[in-house]
């Protein structure tokens, strides 16, 4: 089993729609959470960090469930501009591993 | 403040060929790491470093070396090019080992 799993994708939604991605992580010692976007053929940069009592960055919301080991992204109102690979990060006794990325693809 | 800067952007070698990527930090980090990309394998460590003259292996680094002589800069040398190393590379640093990684735009390298 991967350290850390996610969704290929694509996923394919219209604009406004409401869309989650997960990740599954097989550590349960894990200790911090992140989400990064990447967008095509840019290096990734920080999304949001993942707070055990879940948090909420404008359009955006994560949460972490530790007894089913998985975190989400949720992303309302979605629009163009979020079409990009979102990758999520857990560290582990600071081992960073990343996740392949979940590709979204927002269209009119 | 320029961020994390990498040298090439693009680059094609010959198998056996060697070189060295170059990055360069400006944020008085102390923790950098360099990273492959493949096509559905997310992003994997090479080497990372967590202070001037400390280096480290990661998950992936053979056929890599690295050397950390200032906190500013944190070169990786290929040695012998192989068509497996056809790859993005990312270098990253960061304030904190657990903390968010500042990524440099990239250097997509092939190796024929």
């Known amino acids: 089993r991967k350290e850390v799993e996610q969704d290929p994708g694509p996923f394919n939604v219209p604009e406004g729609a409401t869309v989650a991605f997960n990740c599954t992580y097989s550590?349960?010692?894990?200790?911090?959470f992140f989400w990064y976007r990447q967008d095509c053929r840019k290096e990734p940069k920080l999304l949001m960090s993942v707070y055990s009592s879940g948090n909420e960055d404008g359009r955006f919301t994560a949460q972490l469930n530790r007894a089913s080991q998985y975190i989400s992204l949720l992303i309302r109102d979605s629009k163009l501009s979020d079409s990009a690979t979102y990758l999520c990060?857990?560290?582990?006794?600071?081992?960073?591993?990343f996740g392949t990325g979940t590709r979204l693809l927002v269209s009119p | 403040n320029a961020g994390v800067t990498q040298t090439p952007k693009f680059q094609v070698l010959k198998t056996g060929q060697s070189m060295t990527l170059q990055c360069a930090q400006d944020m008085n980090h102390e923790y950098m790491s360099w990273y492959r990309q493949d096509p559905g394998m997310g992003l994997r460590l090479i080497h990372y470093?967590?202070?001037?003259?400390?280096?480290d292996q990661g998950e992936v680094p053979n056929g890599y070396n690295v050397s950390r002589s200032t906190t500013e800069d944190f070169p990786l040398r290929l040695l012998s090019a192989a068509p497996s190393q056809t790859s993005v590379y990312f270098c990253a640093s960061n304030k904190d080992r657990a903390g968010e990684q500042y990524f440099g735009p990239g250097t997509r390298l092939t190796v024929t």
């Open positions: 990060v857990v560290i582990s006794f600071q081992k960073l591993v």
């Open positions: 550590n349960s010692a894990s200790q911090s």
């Open positions: 470093s967590v202070g001037a003259g400390i280096t």
